[in-house]
């Protein structure tokens, strides 16, 4: 197949992009490069430095067609999206918005969109089902969700084939492409670069916790067990149908447990300082992804957290696999 990955220069897109040339689709990667990394697109796909904004440029990309796209441009930082929800719903909503336009005058079929378990919110209990309750606490979460709501909307009238993949904490590394944010929030980077002399301490928010060890527990999934529930979702999507599925491994590891994991692959010390809760970070928060078992036959190859920080650990010292 012929596939449009937008956002395929950052952190996820990239891999999937890999994964799909890997499985012998033809990959053109657009992104605006604002979070992204041109060195991160794979060698093998065709590069479009554009933004969904830019209605005209959008479509003229699509005027040689394609079969399908999968979605992950979008601005995704929790706290930038409270001080500035204007930017999430410009880039992560009319950016979708103009991307379903193009896709429908181009009668393009098929749309993977990379959405969030941010949807959820505070959660009433774990793990967490694809029906429970929408309460997303941020404009990042609640940006999402209008998208969720909106790409539902054109596959009842245009008949889009499409699939929502509601993401948990994805880590780990595949080969060269990790985690290269300007602005890190994620715990096993943050964790890593005290490993690495960056930092010189890790934060822990919180250690009161109604949790085994005080700190909060969260679902780690590794990147690229996330990719390949994307090619099963695009290979599964059906016109006229939205699928909403949770990715995650089920299983949580608390931050005390990612910290010392980081310690038994780096082998180094890890400085720590407890720091008080974060205003609306819940003790635990755990994915269901029984359905998407069920229906796609998805199952994670890599759960183990060692395996992630280890993959991760390799990618920023360098020993990843050269480029695609």
């Known amino acids: 197949m012929r596939l449009l990955v937008t956002g395929g220069a950052g952190y996820i897109g990239s891999v999937v992009a890999a994964q ?8 053109v990667v657009l992104d605006d490069l604002s979070t992204g990394h041109a060195d991160a697109v794979p060698g093998s796909a065709r590069f479009v430095h554009a933004s969904l904004l830019d209605a005209p440029v959008l479509a003229a990309v699509f005027a040689d067609g394609f079969d399908g796209v999968l979605h992950f441009a979008a601005k995704s930082l929790v706290g930038e999206s409270v001080a500035h929800p204007e930017h999430y ?8 918005f103009e991307l379903l ?18 949807v959820y919110g505070e959660p009433d209990q774990v793990p ?12 990042y979460g609640a940006s999402k969700m209008a998208v969720d709501a909106m790409i539902g909307t054109f596959a009842l009238a245009h008949g889009l084939a499409a699939t929502s993949l509601r993401y948990f904490n994805v880590a780990g590394a595949s080969g060269h492409l990790g985690e290269r944010h300007a602005t890190e929030t994620h715990l096993i980077p943050i964790v890593l670069q005290v490993a690495e002399g960056r930092r010189a301490h890790v934060q822990v928010y919180g250690t009161d916790y109604p949790t085994p060890d005080g700190t909060a527990i969260r679902d780690y999934i590794h990147v690229e067990d996330l990719a390949r529930a994307h090619l099963l979702a695009l290979d599964a999507s059906k016109p006229g149908r939205h699928a909403i599925y949770n990715l995650g491994n089920g ?34 928060l755990v994915a269901s992804s029984a359905r998407i078992g069920q229906e796609l ?24 696999r050269e480029r695609a």
Do not use: Y
Not at 89 to 96: A, C, L, Y
Not at 257 to 276: C, K, L, N
Not at 297 to 320: F, I, Q, R, Y
């Open 20 to 27: 799909l040339l890997a499985g012998g689709h033809e990959v």
């Open 128 to 139: 967490i089902l694809e029906t429970a309750p929408t309460r997303p606490t941020s404009a």
């Open 101 to 118: 336009e193009a896709m429908v005058a181009a009668s393009v079929p098929q749309l993977v969109f990379s959405s969030t378990a941010a």
């Open 297 to 320: 036959g998805w199952t994670p190859h890599k759960p183990a957290l060692d395996d992630m920080v280890v993959d991760a650990w390799a990618c920023l010292l360098g020993h990843g």
């Open 89 to 96: 719903w410009r880039n992560n909503v009319i950016g979708t």
């Open 251 to 284: 299983l949580g590891s608390s931050v005390r447990e990612v910290i010392e994991a980081a310690r038994r692959v780096t082998g180094r010390q890890i400085a720590t300082v407890d720091a008080p809760r974060r205003p609306g970070d819940p003790a635990v």
